[in-house]
């Protein structure tokens, strides 16, 4: 079964702390994303990496960085935390885009509250 | 640049069949339309895709009209556990496959 596993499911850090998000797939997914989910904005796109070593802006990057090591991780780094990124962090991961079929598999979530 | 506009909320009954429309501007004709279902505490599931006219699975249809400015989930006879949150995604294409997720539509099922 297809699985997408997130470190924790709620993390609460202090201002300026720097936080690791980390996620990881086990079904060799290439392309592997990382979102924030605020009520009334929906899913927005941080970084995403389509490959080991890659990674590509999203919406909004401002105040975060990735790190994909290996092509089953992806990690999300806040490099001094701050309120305004408390938030629901969502990671997921798809296969290469075949034209056919383009489905990412979403993990549970990690809700990080910032002090 | 494209956006993608849902209805924040919709209520409806067991049994009913259920329309939630995703407004798209400016999508071209290889950019495709994916939904995604998402429930309390979860993240969200894959539900259907497609880029044009109708695709149908076990669980639901897409609907895209000629114009393809918008498109619609139908879910058949709703039962109260697809009481969730629904999101539209455009996928474009000729962006590197840019993704614009719309704000998601609470859907609200009662008995």
């Known amino acids: 079964d297809v699985k997408v596993t997130q470190s924790s499911r709620y993390l609460v850090k202090r201002t300026g702390e720097k936080v690791f998000l980390e996620c990881v797939q086990d079904m060799d997914h290439e392309n592997m994303f990382w979102y924030r989910q605020d009520p009334g904005l929906g899913l927005r796109l941080i970084y995403f990496s389509y490959d080991v070593k890659m990674k590509e802006k999203g919406d909004i990057p401002e105040g975060y960085s990735v790190s994909r090591e290996k092509k089953e991780r992806f990690s999300l780094i806040l490099e001094s935390a701050s309120t305004n990124q408390t938030s629901m962090y969502l990671c997921a991961s798809s296969p290469p885009t075949s034209g056919s079929l383009d489905e990412q598999f979403f993990g549970p979530g990690t809700r990080l509250t910032v002090l | 640049l494209a956006k993608t506009t849902q209805p924040i909320s919709m209520d409806s009954y067991e049994g009913q069949e259920v329309n939630i429309t995703c407004s798209h501007n400016n999508i071209a004709t290889n950019d495709y339309i994916t939904w995604y279902q998402q429930f309390p505490s979860q993240g969200p599931r894959f539900i259907i895709q497609?880029?044009?006219t109708k695709v149908t699975n076990e669980v639901a249809s897409l609907f895209i009209p000629a114009d393809r400015k918008s498109s619609t989930l139908s879910l058949p006879r709703v039962s109260l556990s697809d009481t969730a949150v629904y999101y539209c995604?455009?996928?474009?294409?000729?962006?590197?496959?840019?993704?614009?997720f719309g704000q998601g539509t609470e859907l609200s099922v009662k008995p």
């Open positions: 497609g880029y044009k």
């Open positions: 995604l455009v996928t474009i294409y000729n962006q590197g496959g840019k993704l614009i």
